[in-house]
Every structure is written in structure tokens, then in C-alpha cells.
């Protein structure tokens, strides 16, 4: 009976102590990586090198990584990274894409076959469906990052310009 008292007494106490330490070491919401990161256009597209927009973000505070490697972002978010970091505005790396008009992803549901790739390759889980049924793309959650395009078998993926629907691919 005391070994549970003692028990119940130090998870009490230690319970107290983490309660108190993770407010005592709380961050404070609006560390440098988190004010790049709220810059970024969060497509999640990787075309910068890096698998998403925080470790970009992380690359580009620890200066491991330039403020232009975002074409999704252009050089609006060049330039509003230049203002935070106190850096010089420098053009868009071709090396990583060139900035392109907003766009979304459009699956042709008649041909889709049910292959659940494109649902793999989505970062934003924009994308539903089942295995060997349709899927189709949830258009207020789609990022426009063209992951889903190149698993797609049978090709039934389009990209339509997010502000008038026009196909582009």
C-alpha cells in the first residue's frame, strides 16, 4: 500500500513539473523559421529542393539555402523574404521552376481507374477516393503542386488555371 502512494505521489509531482516546465519553455509562436515559413505559399511542392515549405524555411534561417528557390511563390515572396531577413532582393532561380500563374488539379473522373496513387502523392490530402473507384480533387484544398501528375498511369490529371479554369496541360 505505500509503494502505491509513493507511485501515485512522484507522477503527481512530475506531472507538476512538466506542466511547469512546458509553460516556462513555451515557444513563443513567432520564431524566425515560423515567420518564413508564414511567407512561403504552403504548396508543399518540393520544387525547392526541400520535401515542404518549413524546411525550407528552417534552410533558409539557418542560411543554408537562398531566399529564391520558390517558384510557386515567385518574386512577390522573394521580395518579402528579402524585407524580413534584411537581405537583397535577388531573381527567381530558374534552376528550381519559373513563377506560373495559380493552378489547380483536375482529374478526368471517366478515365481515372481507381489506382490511388495520385492520393499517395498528395501532400494536402486534396485528392479523395477508393481503390478501383474514381477519385476526385477537393479544389479549396488543392495546393496546385503537380505531385499527383507523374504517378498518374493513365494520365487523366489537369492543371487549370486557378483563377478562370482554363486548362493549361
Avoid at 22 to 28: G, L, Q, T
Avoid at 42 to 49: I, L, N
Avoid at 58 to 79: F, K, L, R, Y
Wanted: contains cysteine; charged residues 10%; aromatic residues 4%.
Amino acid at each position: 500500500m505505500i509503494g502505491i502512494f509513493v507511485i501515485t505521489l512522484l507522477a503527481l509531482l512530475l506531472g507538476c513539473a512538466l506542466g511547469s516546465a512546458s509553460r516556462w519553455f513555451a515557444s513563443d509562436g513567432n520564431s524566425l523559421v515560423e515567420q518564413i515559413d508564414q511567407l512561403l505559399p504552403q504548396t508543399q511542392c518540393a520544387q525547392c529542393g526541400y520535401p515542404g515549405c518549413k524546411p525550407y524555411a528552417a534552410a533558409i534561417a539557418d542560411n543554408t539555402a537562398p531566399i529564391n528557390q520558390c517558384p510557386p511563390g515567385g518574386e512577390a515572396t522573394v521580395m518579402a523574404l528579402a524585407g524580413l531577413l534584411n537581405r537583397d532582393v535577388i531573381p527567381l532561380n530558374p534552376e528550381f521552376g519559373i513563377e506560373s500563374p495559380a493552378v489547380l488539379a483536375v482529374i478526368r473522373e471517366q478515365e481515372c481507374i481507381g489506382c490511388t496513387l495520385c492520393i499517395k502523392a498528395c501532400p494536402v490530402d486534396a485528392i479523395v477516393g477508393a481503390a478501383k473507384l474514381m477519385h476526385t480533387v477537393i479544389s479549396d484544398h488543392c495546393t496546385g503542386c503537380e505531385l499527383c501528375i507523374p504517378p498518374c498511369p493513365v494520365d487523366c490529371i489537369d492543371l487549370v488555371n486557378a483563377t478562370n479554369g482554363q486548362i493549361l496541360q
